[in-house]
């Protein structure tokens, strides 16, 4: 039986936005983004001078222009600062960010002991303290990209990084959620991952074996596997234009 134009429906696949921040490496979602057709990366907006701005609000007012650009249906991924700034977009921003995938967050992250020391090894630092598995391409190519950014710039993401507190907001974030935590994770525990999930309206919540802070270092495969899931169920009547 023919159907007329008038009982056509056309549905847009979710939109993965990948958030790209400086301690993820300049290049750290190239192993993942690959795949999915129309994924975007968003770099984390730079101020005059070419430095990362010190306020989260002004972070999240650029970052909420950049994305409301995009067609939707948005989903946000971001793993530690990126992901921490996408819990705080979609709970200032709901009706720009249709579904979001937070990786290595927790209500409040801690720099492990060691990391800022020197600003000569904060790379190494970064490191070491972020893998779980410290050789193969994907680790030595992160710590090239960390020697090549200026280290106030990673300063200053880390000092933003551990200054986003979500413990009395989160339950304001409506849309569905996918939070992912290595298990070896020193930034965010997956206990503290997991009680941020439970105060999420709509979480699924997983722990990835084998892995550290940077998920997407130690088990791209895995996150990828993830993401890719999550779209799939993403339920697009979510989308709200």
Do not use: Y
Request: hydrophobic letters at 50%; one cysteine or more; aromatic letters at 4%.
């Amino acid at each position: 039986m023919a159907h007329s134009d008038k009982d056509s429906i056309v549905i847009a696949a979710p939109r993965p936005i990948f958030i790209q921040t400086a301690l993820g490496g300049s290049s750290s979602w190239d192993a993942i983004i690959q795949g999915f057709d129309g994924g975007i990366i968003v770099n984390l907006p730079l101020d005059d001078d070419g430095v990362d701005p010190q306020s989260a609000a002004v972070l999240l007012e650029r970052l909420g222009a950049a994305i409301s650009s995009i067609p939707g249906p948005r989903v946000v991924v971001g793993t530690g600062l990126g992901g921490m700034l996408g819990l705080e977009l979609a709970r200032t921003f709901p009706h720009e960010v249709d579904a979001l995938i937070a990786i290595g967050c927790a209500a409040q992250c801690r720099i492990p002991a060691g990391v800022r020391g020197n600003t000569a090894d904060i790379a190494d630092s970064l490191v070491a303290h972020g893998v779980a598995i410290a050789d193969g391409d994907l680790v030595d190519d992160l710590a090239l990209a960390l020697t090549r950014i200026h280290p106030e710039r990673l300063l200053r993401e880390l000092d933003l990084f551990e200054s986003i507190r979500l413990h009395d907001t989160a339950h304001e974030i409506l849309c569905p959620t996918l939070v992912v935590v290595g298990a070896h994770d020193i930034w965010a525990p997956p206990r503290d991952a997991e009680a941020l999930a439970r105060t999420l309206a709509r979480h699924h919540f997983v722990i990835v074996e084998d892995a550290g802070h940077f998920v997407h270092i130690d088990a791209p495969e895995t996150l990828r596997l993830l993401i890719t899931a999550f779209l799939a169920r993403f339920d697009i009547s979510t989308h709200r234009g």
